[in-house]
């Protein structure tokens, strides 16, 4: 079992920055892939950014080159850094982790880019 607990969220003007933060109940480096999702309302949860054990890291076409996912090995915790908001970045993002053959997610942040 991984729990995973999402913090950061919250309402920022457009062109703005905040910092999404994901700890977990595991040591982060031992899981396979850690990521973020987001979900707005009537839509799908879709793609942000994905690392890997062996820190491949992959985004969402409409995040690259304003969003940035790391880890903190000392801290043990996933991070989001999130710059150049827009408001059709309003969402609930989700941090997700694949370890042992299983998927977990957070509980959820809301973010809200409106002015």
């Known amino acids: 079992q991984v729990q995973l607990v999402e913090s950061g969220g919250g309402l920022v003007q457009p062109g703005g920055s905040l910092r999404l933060s994901c700890t977990a109940s595991v040591d982060i480096f031992s899981i396979n892939r850690m990521g973020w999702y987001r979900q707005a309302p009537g839509k799908e949860r879709e793609l942000v950014a994905t690392?890997?054990?062996?820190?491949?890291?992959n985004y969402g076409d409409s995040v690259k080159g304003r969003f940035t996912i790391s880890r903190d090995a000392a801290k043990n915790m996933l991070y989001l850094q999130m710059n150049s908001l827009k408001p059709e970045d309003t969402a609930v993002y989700y941090c997700n982790a694949d370890f042992t053959y299983r998927t977990y997610w957070g509980q959820g942040t809301q973010v809200t880019v409106s002015s």
């Open positions: 690392i890997t054990y062996g820190d491949s890291i």
